[in-house]
T-cell receptor, first 110, second 117 residues
Framework: GQQLNQSPQSMFIQEGEDVSMNCTSS?????WLWYKQDPGEGPVLLIA?????ELTSNGRLTAQFGITRKDSFLNISASIPSDVGIYFC??????????FGTGTRLQVFP | DAGVIQSPRHEVTEMGQEVTLRCKPI?????LFWYRQTMMRGLELLIY????????DSGMPEDRFSAKMPNASFSTLKIQPSEPRDSAVYFC???????????????FGEGSRLTVL
């Protein structure tokens, strides 16, 4: 199926560092969402973005809806061990379906 | 709300056996999605329902896969006969109607990990 290009594919960082990841598409989306998946669990919604240029925060997480509507960014500040997991972006058109990114696997070392 | 509930959490079966995965969506959600997750292919949409009606099953791998939603609170994904390449984590997810602002917010269950030997 169709997927979004997400980068980086994986990250290995030290506790306290900031993290940045992004998602790009050849298609325009009306909604961008960021999910986190912990090992053995289903993805959980972190942040939803509904408007081009929108910048939204959720604690140490900040996400932006790209102005071109073809990309989105997620930043995590001052990472902690519980940030470990896989982060997925997802984009939605006016149709019913969400298109998911390929995921960024984050590992945080103390 | 209890969230999306899936069962079983883990299933190990032998090739050729029938597998049935179950899902209870969040009450009031009128969209239900079945996804499959593997390391190689990531999260793939298999099929989704709106108001219990299958809308798009283009992601269903082949005729061995079938899904039903007999009512608003229950759905099944069946694989018959199962094959080793069907081994994956199968997720069910639900959300509200698309015309609401929160329509993109998909809520996932904890998944059913299937291993076919």
């Amino acid at each position: 199926g169709q997927q979004l290009n997400q980068s980086p594919q994986s990250m290995f960082i030290q506790e306290g560092e900031d993290v940045s990841m992004n998602c790009t598409s050849s298609s325009i989306f009306n909604t961008w969402l960021w999910y986190k998946q912990d090992p053995g669990e289903g993805p959980v919604l972190l942040i939803a973005l509904y408007k081009a240029g929108e910048l939204t925060s959720n604690g140490r997480l900040t996400a932006q809806f790209g102005i071109t509507r073809k990309d989105s960014f997620l930043n995590i500040s001052a990472s902690i061990p519980s940030d470990v997991g896989i982060y997925f972006c997802a984009g939605q058109l006016d149709t019913d379906k969400l298109i998911f990114g390929t995921g960024t696997r984050l590992q945080v070392f103390p | 709300d209890a969230g999306v509930i899936q069962s079983p959490r883990h299933e190990v079966t032998e090739m050729g056996q029938e597998v049935t995965l179950r899902c209870k969506p969040i009450s009031g959600h009128d969209y239900l999605f079945w996804y499959r997750q593997t390391m190689m292919r990531g999260l793939e949409l298999l099929i989704y329902f709106n108001n219990n009606v299958p809308i798009d099953d283009s992601g269903m791998p082949e005729d061995r896969f079938s899904a039903k939603m007999p009512n608003a609170s229950f759905s099944t994904l069946k694989i018959q006969p199962s094959e080793p390449r069907d081994s994956a984590v199968y997720f069910c997810a639900s959300r509200t109607s698309w015309w609401t602002r929160e329509a993109g917010e998909l809520f996932f269950g904890e998944g059913s990990r299937l291993t076919v030997l």
